[in-house]
């Protein structure tokens, strides 16, 4: 009785999640600059492209839950390790001479 819960609510909801963390992580990939990869001394961008797309091919035809799960790591570890490199290089990451503190409007100094 309590499979029959997990394989009708909460199954489907992880493996929605899983499909739609692996079309951003593929997105993201497809988006930055070949030369960026390179730069950052990471995979080449096709070597993420190949993986981040046979996880949304995995994710959506297939299901099966031992290689949804390998495409799930791939996908954090493009999004945590990867992407912030790629922002880094790239130029996207914070401005130069700004700092910690400041807010969208000028620095925060806590009211004081």
Known sequence: MLMNG?????????????????????VLALIAREDAYRAADKQTKTFWLV??????????????????????VASIVFLVDVRPALKQVSGGGRRSGGSSSDGPYGPYNGGR
Not at 6 to 12: A, I, M, Q, S
Not at 51 to 72: K, N, P, R
Request: aromatic fraction near 14%; hydrophobic fraction near 75%.
């Open 51 to 72: 993986i981040l797309g046979v996880t949304v091919l995995v994710d959506f035809f297939l299901g099966m839950l031992f290689l949804e799960i390998a495409g799930l």
């Open 6 to 26: 997990f394989d009708n609510g909460v199954l489907p909801l992880l493996g929605f999640a899983m499909l739609a963390l692996a079309v951003v992580a593929f």
